[in-house]
């Protein structure tokens, strides 16, 4: 699996969007971007994921760059429940396991 | 949506006793898996199960079994438990072909004293 970095904390507004980066420089062609998040001592849920287009669900939204080297979720309106660790992933076609690195834990303020 | 069960939040046990976690799924995925989280070793994988009565191991094995006698239903065994298996286990599933979509329980915490 090509690895991830990612910031290890960010801050937000409650209402405000929450812009979440994530490198990926060494991402190969059939490799998709996941992401999951984990609220404290609960098991990780399942936000979004893409491979080259933009993708937007109930939930969040995925901009990939062009060259797939970077993307960024964003949670439109942040509010307090979207507190938790935000785990960026990169997966090819032929996994059928996961494996989390250190996330970003984000923290949503009132 | 897709609904991951798991049968118990909470769990203590004795060292030496044998400890069921049983996981139940209903979306009818073909793929079913056992994790454990532990702070600083991030998910690690035990077992995998792709079919009923199929399994594969992960990467720590050791000390584990599994059952898969119905396509939604997976259990992990400790045949006896110690106290490093002290830990947050993760039952997860998905469809057949590799790359969908995993989805995870809500998770079992085991404390082994």
């Known amino acids: 699996d090509a690895k991830t970095t990612q910031p290890t904390s960010m801050d937000c507004a409650e209402g405000r969007a929450a812009n979440l980066p994530c490198n990926h420089s060494t991402i190969s062609g059939n490799e998709y971007v996941y992401w999951y998040r984990q609220i404290h001592s609960q098991g990780p849920q399942y936000i979004i994921h893409?491979?080259?287009n933009n993708e937007t669900n109930e939930m969040a939204s995925l901009i990939i760059t062009e060259d797939r080297k970077s993307s960024t979720l964003i949670l439109p309106h942040a509010t307090l429940r979207d507190t938790a660790v935000y785990y960026c992933?990169?997966?090819?076609?032929?996994?059928?396991?996961?494996?989390f690195g250190a996330g970003t834990t984000v923290t949503v303020r009132a | 949506d897709v609904k991951v069960t798991q049968s118990s939040r909470y769990l203590v046990k004795r060292t030496g006793e044998k400890v069921f976690l049983e996981c139940v799924q209903d979306m009818d995925h073909e793929n079913m898996f056992w994790y454990r989280q532990d702070p600083g070793l991030g998910l690690r994988l035990i077992y995998f199960?792709?079919?009923?009565?199929?399994?594969e191991k992960g990467d720590i094995p050791e000390g584990y079994s599994v059952s898969r006698e119905k396509k939604e239903r997976f259990s992990l065994i400790l045949e006896s438990a110690s106290t490093n298996q002290t830990s947050m286990y993760l039952c997860a599933s998905s469809r057949h072909r590799a790359g969908n979509t995993i989805y995870f329980g809500e998770g079992s915490w085991l404390t082994v004293v």
């Open positions: 199960s792709y079919d009923v009565k199929m399994k």
């Open positions: 992933i990169v997966r090819g076609g032929n996994d059928y396991k996961l494996s």
């Open positions: 893409g491979l080259k």
